[in-house]
């Protein structure tokens, strides 16, 4: 799915969300770079890994994610010096002339992948671009619904400086067979007029169960070395909203 039309909600939403960037932070210090982070959006993690003092390449879909991320990148890699590269790509078919010792792809960007082929094809790009015995990172939602067909409010509004409110309404509907949750999102911009204006965006994701994503890394080359089920490294239970998985390429 295109990213282009959600990019300004996803900075909105996403914009304090740090719950990962301890884990991936450390766990490039201890696996090493270079990296290479797939999906990686508006550089939610890309530039705060390259503050970090990480050699990276953040690859992404969307021309208007990767242009935000361009943006905020900017200004910091000259100011600091950042080691980073941002370049626009897709994880299924891109190729580059480098290998890296380790690959992020954080935050459900697999979600995005729909179809067994488009699956297999990741992970083969993955496992090509990695060096011998790298390592591949990533995390997905662990599959848990909220009522379907239910108008919900994400809970959080949000406050411009100029006295407008936002509001972010989802409706959800699930596809068990092909494991697919649609997400419609009512984006509800209120003035201090009382003029509401409302836009309306679809976010599809395929979700995964944690023996298929097993299976799938085994069928592609790697072998899995953790499952956890959250970024303070517990194991993956019933409890769990993430699963987090770390896998080595063989050969
Ligand atoms: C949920 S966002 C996560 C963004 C970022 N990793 C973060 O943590 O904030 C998923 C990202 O994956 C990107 N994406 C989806 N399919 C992709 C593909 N085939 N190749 C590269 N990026 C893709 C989307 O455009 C989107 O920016």
Redesign the pocket.
Known sequence: ???DSITEL?EQQ?LS?RE?LHFYRRMAQTLGGPLL??????????LPLARAGNEIVG????PK?LQKAQEKAREKAVAEGLNLELIL????T?ALERRFKTVL?????L???YTLG?QAA?LGRVHHHLEPNGNLLFDVYVPRFGLEGVLRHEGETFFAEHGSRTDVWVLQRIDPIKQMAYTEYFVDTTQSSGMITRQHLMLEQRYFTRFELEWMLRASGFEVLKVWGSFEGEPLENSSHYMIFQARKLG
């Open positions: 799915m295109n990213y996803y996403y969300y990962d982070e797939l999906g990686c959006g508006t550089g939610r993690l890309t690859l992404e879909l969307s994610m790509g897709d994880m299924r891109f792809i954080p935050f459900n960007a979600m995005h992948l488009d990741a």
